[in-house]
């Protein structure tokens, strides 16, 4: 069976960092892409970032352009989110996710990620 387990979230004030990692267990993702996407309160789902699994190809929402970096680990099966300049736009429920087929680009939509994992609160002060 397959789980995604993340950790690093937090309370944060403005203008501060956070490192989210996202370890797979279950099976190995190392071909495929995986994804964090967020949840604020009241509003849907949306796409954060992407990478493909060899790490060459990142997609980013256009708000955490030059703010957050994913990346990731083939041999601890670990996707990473890290975030700088934090603001209290970025609270929301994070999500990691990983594309169960093997594809060369990796997709900015949700439809796309078979396996997900239970979410992790990040929560930005002023």
């Known amino acids: 069976q397959v789980h995604l387990v993340e950790s690093g979230g937090g309370l944060v004030q403005v203008g501060g960092s956070l490192r989210l990692s996202c370890a797979a267990s279950?099976?190995?993702?190392?071909?495929?892409?995986m994804a964090w996407f967020r949840q604020a309160p009241g509003k849907e789902r949306e796409f954060v970032a992407t990478?493909?699994?060899?790490?060459?190809?990142?997609y980013y929402e256009e708000s955490v352009k030059g703010r957050f970096a994913i990346s990731r680990d083939n041999a601890k099966n670990t996707v990473y989110l890290q975030m700088n300049t934090l603001n209290a736009e970025d609270t929301a429920v994070y999500y990691c996710?990983?594309?169960?087929?093997?594809?060369?680009?990796?997709?900015?939509?949700?439809?796309?990620?078979?396996?997900w994992g239970q979410g992790i609160q990040v929560t930005v002060s002023s």
């Open positions: 996710a990983a594309d169960g087929s093997i594809t060369f680009y990796p997709s900015r939509g949700s439809m796309n990620y078979e396996y």
């Open positions: 279950g099976r190995t993702f190392s071909r495929n892409a």
């Open positions: 990478i493909s699994g060899n790490g060459m190809w990142t």
